[in-house]
């Protein structure tokens, strides 16, 4: 079983930067891959990044490409957030992939073992 605590959220304006942090607990092979997925109000949750259980692979969604970063560093998975939009704003999740070895990124909810409680960012204009 694994744990998934974020932290890093909060308030900042259109154009600012804003970084993410996911500690993973209660499993530290690290063999799993880790995403981010946003819920806003009124919309389905949606994938942002994910990173593959070596760090070698990343998958961004178009909508953040260039702007977002995502990187771990054993069971930490952070979220660097840049050239930040109003409509980034969203509830932010942190969730593992269990499948051990994965090469490929998965980016349907699905496909993800366990989630965090989230972390509340908003972007004002």
């Known amino acids: 079983q694994v744990q998934l605590v974020e932290s890093g959220g909060g308030l900042v304006q259109a154009g600012g930067s804003l970084s993410l942090s996911c500690a993973a607990s209660?499993?530290?092979?690290?063999?799993?891959?880790l995403g981010w997925f946003r819920q806003a109000p009124g919309k389905e949750r949606e994938f942002v990044a994910g990173?593959?259980?070596?760090?070698?692979s990343t998958v961004y969604a178009d909508s953040v490409k260039g702007r977002f970063t995502i990187s771990r560093n054993k069971n930490t998975v952070t979220l660097q957030m840049n050239s930040l939009k109003p409509e980034d704003t969203a509830v932010y999740y942190c969730a593992a992939d269990l499948a051990p070895f994965r090469i490929v990124v998965v980016t349907t909810e699905d496909e993800y073992d366990y989630w965090g409680q989230g972390t509340q960012v908003t972007v004002s204009s």
């Open positions: 990173i593959s259980w070596s760090g070698g």
């Open positions: 209660g499993d530290t092979s690290n063999r799993y891959g």
